[in-house]
């Protein structure tokens, strides 16, 4: 009673003045549908998707995972910002290169075009190496085309705008940093003549959507299936094999993607 007396009534008070109350404890829903949606697994790092999301909540004024879940199945948008949020986009020009240059010479093989699909593409660094690569081989530039596709958006429009920081181009040459881009300050600028090789698209390759993307000749699938579990990793392989014209050609994966 007495404790009642002195209690603050606050059902008098809009609501943006009301103490809100938070409740960010149990993550596990929002790692279940961030697997189904994406494919990406947090099994063992809970912790760090838990302080992203409280982060990503608080950002936004939302006040529990409960409401986020609720908010991602009804507003894309947000959904989009969780995926860029949540998804690790480290990539850089040259990685792994023993593969680009074993495409290269299959490349020379061939007698017509060329489609080439890098899923996924990130900021654009291997799709576009795959281009200088083949342009510095004596490839002639309208003998392939390169699709690079990515769940994450903003990686696709740094993609597209082909802008770079020193640490990404850091294995390509001095004459290839002359030839293929412009230096403006610290960053370096991309010439139209590999940026017009390569075509961007944001995509899931878990979207039913994705099946009808085309096919091609060369699939390049490097350091994305290292963040799902062992069954996403064999549906991912499926649909991607799926993807080629010539079903005896391998898939370019990376070394980490282990089965
Ligand atoms: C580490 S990057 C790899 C980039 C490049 N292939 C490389 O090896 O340098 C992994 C990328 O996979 C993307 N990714 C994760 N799940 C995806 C999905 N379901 N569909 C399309 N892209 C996805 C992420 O957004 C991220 O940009």
């Given at each position: 009673?007495?404790?009642?007396?002195?209690?603050?009534?606050?059902?008098?008070?809009?609501?943006?003045?009301?103490?809100?109350?938070?409740?960010?404890?149990?993550?596990?829903?929002?790692?279940?549908?961030?697997?189904?949606?994406?494919?990406?697994?947090?099994?063992?790092?809970?912790?760090?998707?838990?302080?992203?999301?409280?982060?990503?909540?608080?950002?936004?004024?939302?006040?529990?995972?409960?409401?986020?879940?609720?908010?991602?199945?009804?507003?894309?948008?947000?959904?989009?910002?969780?995926?860029?949020?949540?998804?690790?986009?480290?990539?850089?020009?040259?990685?792994?290169?023993?593969?680009?240059?074993?495409?290269?010479?299959?490349?020379?093989?061939?007698?017509?075009?060329?489609?080439?699909?890098?899923?996924?593409?990130?900021?654009?660094?291997?799709?576009?190496?795959?281009?200088?690569?083949?342009?510095?081989?004596?490839?002639?530039?309208?003998?392939?085309?390169?699709?690079?596709i990515d769940i994450n958006q903003e990686a696709i429009q740094r993609a597209k705008n082909g802008v770079y920081k020193e640490r990404n181009i850091r294995n390509l040459s001095s004459e290839q940093?002359?030839?293929?881009?412009?230096?403006?300050?610290?960053?370096?600028?991309?010439?139209?003549?590999?940026?017009?090789?390569?075509?961007?698209?944001?995509?899931?390759?878990?979207?039913?959507?994705?099946?009808?993307?085309?096919?091609?000749?060369?699939?390049?699938?490097?350091?994305?299936?290292?963040?799902?579990?062992?069954?996403t990793k064999i549906k991912a392989k499926e649909i991607l094999q799926n993807l080629r014209k010539n079903k005896n050609q391998e898939i370019f994966f990376g070394h980490a993607d282990l089965f």
């Open positions: 009673m007495f404790f009642n007396f002195f209690k603050k009534d606050t059902s008098f008070e809009p609501e943006h003045k009301r103490e809100q109350i938070q409740d960010y404890d149990d993550i596990s829903q929002i790692a279940n549908f961030f697997k189904n949606e994406t494919g990406v697994t947090f099994d063992k790092q809970e912790s760090i998707l838990k302080n992203k999301v409280t982060t990503f909540c608080k950002h936004k004024e939302i006040f529990s995972f409960h409401e986020l879940l609720d908010s991602l199945n009804r507003n894309s948008t947000l959904k989009q910002e969780l995926i860029d949020t949540l998804t690790t986009n480290e990539t850089f020009f040259y990685r792994e290169f023993k593969q680009v240059q074993e495409l290269v010479e299959l490349v020379k093989k061939c007698s017509h075009k060329v489609e080439i699909l890098c899923a996924p593409s990130a900021t654009g660094e291997e799709p576009y190496s795959i281009a200088i690569a083949l342009l510095e081989a004596g490839v002639a530039s309208e003998s392939f085309n390169i699709l690079g940093l002359r030839k293929y881009f412009k230096q403006e300050g610290g960053l370096y600028r991309l010439n139209d003549s590999v940026k017009s090789r390569v075509t961007f698209r944001v995509i899931n390759i878990f979207d039913h959507s994705f099946k009808n993307i085309g096919n091609f000749d060369f699939i390049f699938c490097r350091n994305m299936l290292i963040y799902f579990d062992k069954e």
